[in-house]
């Protein structure tokens, strides 16, 4: 043993010992050290473990490694001998076109030709296996894909795609097709895509289709695929809480355009539909636009004008009859905080959004404003009155209309009376001011 650690330099470190080599085997010097320390046992190493900085290693001081290169060489390999045609067992025959493909990668891609090649199926033991129901060019975009991981999606493609690879069980080619349609979703194309996605099963492309025609119902109802709704279709529709329109007599318009489209076929329908109608909600004088003038609704069933016509009359005595609960409203719901007085009127306008609780800055008022009132109609936002300190405390005639769509202000004809501290109301689509006061004069008044 003395002679043997003759030949060596041990310098102790924390409990352990480093060994410094002057000359004979390295792996007989690392077993002597190993017995000198007391710590490792099992066969002899040729270097000192790192030790860990937070994880010690597993008892016996293994490492397992994944080499993600090493599948991906491996697909590489795979596709390049498809191509040349090497080592080929099965050819994929569709229509004029031959594709010559491996059995095994086949079956790991596909539960469809999982089950062919295991089951015992007839086309088990053939070499050539017909591919019916789907195009050449389709296929060989499928076959691309199994062996590369990557498709080319186009407008072209995109259906016979998914039908084919909803055929042949390719979930990751559906999951790409319906985030390709989703990212397509227009008004032209949305009730038609929700359809498609129906067909096939893919639920959430048509929930994401249904939300999206609601959303932008106003563009939808003017195109060509609304008037090929089913009248359930469109009843469903109308009916829906989730519906989002400025003002009710967009649905109303719907309606009429729809029946008017097969008229012959609609008319009787019109009824059933008027009732999913919050008709209380649309303004007095478009209902008596439209019985004075709507060429629809005189040829419609009598039991169409009547109902128009009593609830136009509820709505002139204001009854509680004439009242229908509003639409939920798919889109954020915020509060706006407009103009007020620190130290001087400002022009600061800001929302709150009780979604996140978060305030944010939108543009600024066109005159500093104090003690002024603010409400909306059909989805802008109408700022009255009030005062200006910057011009000496003076009372304000000026209205103001917001668009929160392209974050603008505009000014609107001002009232007739300079009023501070003014309060205002909406009715039937009108802006009523009410009362407020300039300088010392308090006000009774009201104008619209």
């Known amino acids: 043993m003395n002679s043997l650690i003759s030949v060596f330099t041990y310098v102790p470190v924390k409990n352990d010992v480093l060994l410094i ?7 007989v010097s690392l077993t002597i050290a190993s017995t000198f320390t007391g710590k490792r046992r099992g066969p002899p190493i040729c270097y000192r473990p790192k030790q860990p900085a937070v994880d010690p290693l597993p008892s016996d001081g293994t490492m397992t490694f994944t080499v993600m290169r090493q599948l991906k060489e491996s697909v590489e390999v795979q596709n390049q ?19 010559h493909c491996h059995k095994i990668v086949l079956a790991a891609a596909s539960p469809y030709f999982n089950a062919m090649f295991t089951r015992g199926m007839v086309e088990c033991g053939k070499h050539e296996i017909p591919i019916n129901n789907i195009d050449s060019e389709i296929l060989g975009y499928i076959i691309q894909f199994i062996y590369t991981a990557e498709i080319k999606l186009t407008e072209h493609n995109i259906c016979p795609l998914m039908q084919a690879a909803t055929m042949l069980q390719m979930p990751h080619i559906v999951e790409a097709c319906t985030t390709f349609l ?5 008004p032209s194309n949305c009730i038609g895509i929700g359809k498609f996605a129906q067909q096939y099963g893919c639920f959430d492309l048509q929930k994401k289709a249904e939300r999206y025609l609601l959303k932008h119902f106003v563009d939808v109802w003017v195109c060509e695929e609304f008037r090929d709704l089913t009248f359930d279709e469109l009843e469903k529709m109308v009916g829906s809480n989730q519906l989002i329109v400025k003002c009710e007599s967009e649905v109303y318009k719907a309606v009429i355009s729809w029946v008017s489209a097969k008229f012959a076929d609609r008319c009787l329908l019109l009824p059933s539909l008027l009732d999913k109608i919050r008709l209380c909600n649309i303004p007095p004088n ?9 060429e629809i609704l005189r040829k419609a069933p009598t039991s169409c004008a009547e109902k128009l016509t009593r609830l136009f009359q509820q709505m002139e005595m204001h009854t509680a009859d004439a009242v229908a609960a509003p639409r939920n ?5 915020v509060i706006y905080c407009i ?4 130290r001087q009127s400002v022009t600061n306008v800001e ?20 003690g002024l009132a603010a409400c909306t109609i059909l989805g802008y936002i109408y700022a009255v009155g009030g005062r200006n300190s910057h011009r000496r405390n003076e009372d304000l005639s000026v209205v103001d209309c917001y668009n929160p769509k392209t974050n603008e202000w505009c000014s609107m004809p001002p ?14 689509n009108k802006l009523f001011a009410v009362g407020g006061s300039c300088g010392v004069e308090a006000f009774s008044t009201v104008e619209w």
């Open 21 to 27: 080599v002057c000359h004979r085997d390295l792996v």
């Open 286 to 294: 478009f209902l008596k636009d439209q019985l004075n003038y709507c």
């Open 339 to 342: 103009g007020g007085y620190l």
């Open 351 to 370: 929302y709150f959004n009780p979604a996140n609780g978060e305030w944010k800055r939108v543009a600024d008022t066109l005159l500093p404003k104090s």
């Open 81 to 99: 001998l498809r191509l040349d045609g090497k080592l080929c067992d099965v050819v994929l025959v569709c229509g004029n076109e031959k594709f």
């Open 182 to 186: 989703e990212h397509q979703l227009d």
């Open 329 to 333: 409203c798919l889109e954020k719901q």
């Open 415 to 428: 009232m007739r009376q300079r009023r501070n501290r003014v309060s205002v109301a909406v009715l039937d």
